[in-house]
């Protein structure tokens, strides 16, 4: 079985599993970002979801931006995954590499971080649709051939963060 989409065009597997897989490469400013959608059966993923995910890759800047501010508002919390990876990130990265990427310098190291950090991939999930399930998954690395350390933003399907976590 195969489900067909205006946008992703033919999405299904070859074989009798029912996966749901998609992916290419989009641009974001002057950097690709890796985009996959994938869902274990055909069953679960309605149309209307996958034009959310349509909708969503058409405004990556966007969706960027809001995954970017939740980032900063986790900076206000008095101990945050955030800033905890920020610092570990501050203390495991050798200086010069950390200087060739932070792109920005304005006195605050933690925003700088933040403005820096490169948007590697996106994982969207159209099988959740509930307001508490990842729906978008996005992965921010400072460096990307320097460390495996990702600072990963989960989104539900309206695009709220409901998860800021790490992964190295």
Known sequence: MTIEHDFFGILG????????YWSDTAELGDQNVEIDVSSPDEESVSSEALDIVAAMINALEDLDSQARESLVADLSAEVSVTSQFIVAQFEELDAEVLEDALIWDSGDKQIDYLRSIQLQRIGFHPHHVGNDQHFAVL????????????????LDVHGDTIVIATDS
Do not use: M, N, Q, R
């Open 13 to 20: 597997s070859d074989d009798d599993s029912g996966e749901v």
């Open 139 to 154: 992965d921010y690395s400072i460096s990307p051939h320097e460390t495996d350390a990702l600072l990963v933003v989960t």
